[in-house]
């Protein structure tokens, strides 16, 4: 087994050893749920779909990844293991790729566990499964991008509270690159950079997947997204490690 | 015989201050170092850097001649490394936290097993072998870290008050395991339990300030007829006044 798998290993089993995982999973599933079926008007819709639950995905990860990925390193900071981590032989990245695939593998687990909803919609009528699983292979894609960025900024800070707020705010940009407020802001003034935030949203790219689209093109941006931020987070933690 | 450890002008900068200045010496096989020092003198600093942990202002640090910041994971291969204040996972047993640092070193199957066992035997800690970490005294824990050091018996052992927190009889059982180890490896200690270094030591290295004030065996030291505790008193205070 590959280094990084084994840390990916001890790392999620870290997850289940505490609250973190069942406090995020409940969390999580409570909320999805709600949203769908209030503010997603899922039976009132008349349609057999998740497009209510796929459409709060990126909104409700915005606030539950960070709070995942705060805790990534400045806990083995906290606890003085990274010390313990770093010195044993193993490349540097593969202990940044295995804390990435623990969290990823975690975030999956999460979202398996709204497989209630693909039955209810089973049940109800006769849906698209091929969209519906499309539209879950975005959701681990829009996980796996706020991971990436939510684990380089906390390599970069002991503070777990500037960790998670960084990485909302950067989340959100990310997110909201691509919203009619701020494109059509910018296509009246800048149109340059306009084009440039509609290439960059993680939730442009997101609604192809809900709509049954999984493209080379989507696929290529968010694996260099997520490869890009592993990179800073190495990158990062080479320099920060022993602050 | 090349030595294990080869230490040539370390040096660590950090921000307005140098906490490491300097700093040369090597160790063979069979020789155990004691690094002495007042608290903030540089102890777990050079130990971090030989440890490949942070990268040094200049200078290099090679572990069985590989250097540790071009070749790092050659160089941790050979070494065990106790960190100062013996980090551990809290949540993982104790068997689970040595499977997965010998899962990393490489061992598997039964192999794996005998390594841990082979640790747990070592540092006494078959009774408690699946208790999680967090639920252990200091003693323990302490004893936990060392047997991740020893685990893989490596050629170079480092480690950072590796006494520290343990009862005067768990103080002498690691002594005695430092003892028994020493002829096969190269070992340095950091402690600042003076009488450590006359029990274990074959040779003490004094830090104060960053550079290396006294490079003796123990005996040597107390051969004027002054104590360690004087001398070691004597060379790290005068340094002080030196600098006021």
Redesign the interface.
């Known amino acids: 087994?590959a280094?990084a798998l084994?840390?990916a290993r001890?790392e999620l089993?870290?997850y289940f050893?505490?609250p973190v995982a069942y406090v995020f999973i409940v969390i999580f599933l409570v909320l999805a749920g709600a949203l769908t079926f209030t503010l997603g008007n899922f039976f009132g819709r008349g349609q057999a779909d998740l497009i209510p639950f796929f459409s709060f995905i990126p909104w409700l990860f915005l606030f539950l990844v960070p709070a995942l990925t705060m805790r990534l390193w400045a806990e083995e900071r906290r606890?003085?293991?990274i010390?313990?981590l770093?010195?044993?032989?193993?490349?540097?990245w593969q202990a940044v790729l295995g804390k990435f695939l623990a969290a990823w593998a975690f975030c999956g687990i999460a979202l398996a566990l709204t497989f209630p909803l693909w039955i209810t919609v089973n049940v109800l009528g006769t849906p698209d499964n091929g969209v519906i699983l499309s539209g879950y292979v975005g959701c681990l894609m829009v996980a796996g991008a706020y991971l990436a960025l939510g684990a380089a900024i906390s390599a970069g800070t002991k503070n777990q509270v500037v960790a998670f707020v960084l990485a909302v705010a950067l989340c959100f940009v990310f997110a909201a690159a691509g919203s009619p407020v701020v494109t059509e802001f910018l296509d009246t003034r800048i149109p340059q950079l306009a084009e440039l935030a509609r290439a960059l949203s993680v939730a442009d790219r997101f609604g192809g997947f809900t709509r049954g689209v999984i493209s080379a093109r989507d696929i290529l941006f968010f694996a260099s997204f997520i490869g890009f931020f592993l990179f800073v987070n190495a990158v990062v933690l080479?320099h920060r490690?022993?602050d | 015989m090349a030595a294990l450890i080869e230490i040539e002008r370390l040096t660590k900068r950090f921000s307005g201050f140098t906490a490491v200045d300097d700093v040369s010496f090597t160790v063979a096989r069979g020789e155990v170092l004691g690094f002495l020092g007042p608290n903030g003198a540089g102890k777990s600093t050079t130990m971090?850097m030989l440890?490949?942990?942070?990268?040094p202002s200049a200078g290099t640090a090679r572990i069985c001649g590989a250097d540790v910041v071009d070749q790092?994971?050659?160089a941790?291969?050979n070494?065990g490394?106790l960190?100062?204040?013996a980090?551990?996972?809290?949540?993982?047993s104790v068997t689970?936290f040595l499977a997965?640092?010998g899962?990393?070193?490489?061992f598997r199957g039964s192999e794996l097993d005998d390594r841990v066992a082979h640790a747990m035997l070592l540092t006494q800690l078959e009774g408690v072998r699946l208790q999680?970490i967090e639920t252990l005294s200091k003693g323990f824990k302490r004893r936990v870290?060392l047997a991740?050091a020893l685990l893989h018996d490596p050629p170079v052992l480092v480690l950072d008050e590796p006494t520290d927190g343990l009862d005067p009889n768990q103080k002498h059982e690691v002594r005695e395991l430092i003892r028994r180890m020493a002829p096969e490896k190269a070992i340095v200690i950091s402690t600042h339990i003076l009488e450590e270094v006359g029990a274990v030591c074959s040779r003490a290295i004094i830090i104060a300030r960053g550079r290396i004030v006294v490079d003796a065996a123990p005996t040597v030291l107390e051969e004027s007829g002054r104590s360690l505790e004087e001398v070691f008193r004597s060379l790290t205070l005068g340094n002080h006044e030196e600098a006021a």
């Open positions: 087994m280094p084994i840390v001890r089993s870290g050893a505490t606890l003085g293991t010390e313990l770093l010195t044993l032989p193993l490349p540097q080479d490690k022993a | 971090r440890a490949g942990f942070m990268p790092p994971v050659a941790k291969r070494l490394f960190p100062e204040g980090p551990t996972y809290p949540e993982m689970g997965f640092t899962r990393i070193r490489g999680p870290g991740q």
